[in-house]
């Protein structure tokens, strides 16, 4: 069974850093396109960040660029999406997920990706 799980949220004050994790069970990330998602209460869910199966392609949006940092590790089958200087605006349950595709960019958007993770509470307050 192909399974994602995150990990890594928690509560955290404005300005500080989370890192977050998710696992692949059941199979690996080679050859798949990963994105993070997020939704915060009352809103829809919105794409973060994503890279590509092959070329290290990334796209983000434009309310984390040069704050978030979505990275891979293909031999742990884990990715990973690095946060800092985190606002509260970014409080949302966080999600992985992934999609199998050979291709050179990514998409951000959710309804690209196949398989996805339960999600982790990530809430930003003082």
């Known amino acids: 069974q192909l399974q994602l799980e995150e990990s890594g949220g928690g509560l955290v004050q404005p300005g500080g850093s989370l890192r977050l994790s998710c696992a692949a069970s059941?199979?690996?990330?080679?050859?798949?396109?990963i994105g993070w998602f997020r939704q915060a209460p009352g809103k829809e869910r919105e794409g973060v960040s994503c890279?590509?199966?092959?070329?290290?392609?990334?796209n983000y949006a434009d309310s984390v660029k040069g704050r978030f940092t979505i990275s891979r590790d293909n031999a742990k089958s884990t990715m990973y999406l690095q946060m800092n200087s985190l606002k509260p605006e970014d409080t949302a349950v966080y999600y992985c997920?992934?999609?199998?595709?050979?291709?050179?960019?990514?998409?951000?958007?959710?309804?690209?990706?196949?398989?996805w993770g339960q999600g982790t509470q990530v809430t930003v307050s003082s």
């Open positions: 997920a992934a999609r199998p595709v050979d291709y050179s960019d990514c998409v951000l958007n959710l309804y690209y990706y196949n398989y």
């Open positions: 059941g199979f690996t990330l080679d050859y798949y396109a």
């Open positions: 890279l590509s199966s092959s070329s290290g392609n990334t």
